[in-house]
């Protein structure tokens, strides 16, 4: 027998919220690690609207995957595997940060620019695997509607975050690149 679209998506939904918490457990270690050091929080940060949005994005994504129901083997397949690639760069932007890797945005003063492991070949790799995230959750569960949109939407916010981040590295580290 077969789970329900409701017990699907709301299985897909711990799952997500488990690493989520996972991640925030992390993060608030090498936030306290970074505050010690002397890490600057920057001005106009979107962190508490990201706070909310971000689980409250993949809710709205198992809430239509529980009324429309999930989208056959072929979808279900491709987004397990656009979410695990997602949470893999995540994983790997992570690690190459190690204890600069937080939820906000906080600059070590004098710290230069990570650019080992997916920084050597992008600039945010931590964003990309989100909106991977966003994407691949929204293949698993069907969301066809929600999906575009809360990537969209959580797209801004973060465009929003990266150009904050961006003024900060720049101001902190002297670098013009990141502008």
Same mark, same amino acid.
């Given at each position: 027998?077969?789970?329900?679209p ?7 939904? @711990? @799952? ?15 936030? /306290? ?13 979107? *962190?508490?609207?990201? /706070?909310?949005? *971000?689980?409250?994005? !993949? ?56 650019? /080992?492991?997916? *920084? ?6 931590? *964003? ?21 949109v809360t990537?969209?939407? !959580? ?11 961006? /003024?900060? @590295? ?10």
């Amino acid at each position: 027998m077969s789970a329900s679209p409701e017990m699907f998506s709301g299985l897909a939904l @711990l @799952l997500v919220l488990l690493l989520m918490a996972g991640e925030s457990r992390v993060s608030r270690a090498h936030e /306290r690690h970074l505050r010690a050091a002397g890490a600057i929080e920057p001005p106009g940060d979107v *962190y508490a609207t990201m /706070r909310w949005a *971000y689980p409250a994005a !993949f809710a709205v994504l198992a809430g239509e995957g529980a009324l429309e129901g999930p989208p056959g083997a072929a979808g279900i397949a491709a987004g397990a595997a656009v979410l695990a690639l997602a949470k893999a760069l995540k994983y790997w932007a992570i690690v190459s940060l190690g204890r600069r890797w937080t939820f906000r945005v906080l600059v070590p003063p004098g710290a230069p620019l990570v650019t /080992r492991g997916p *920084y050597a070949m992008v600039r945010h790799p931590n *964003y990309i695997a989100v909106i991977g995230e966003l994407v691949g959750m929204a293949f698993l569960v069907g969301a066809r509607v929600t999906g575009p949109v809360t990537a969209l939407l !959580f797209g801004l916010l973060m465009w929003k975050r990266i150009r904050v981040e961006n /003024r900060a @590295l720049a101001e902190l580290s002297g670098s013009r690149a990141a502008r």
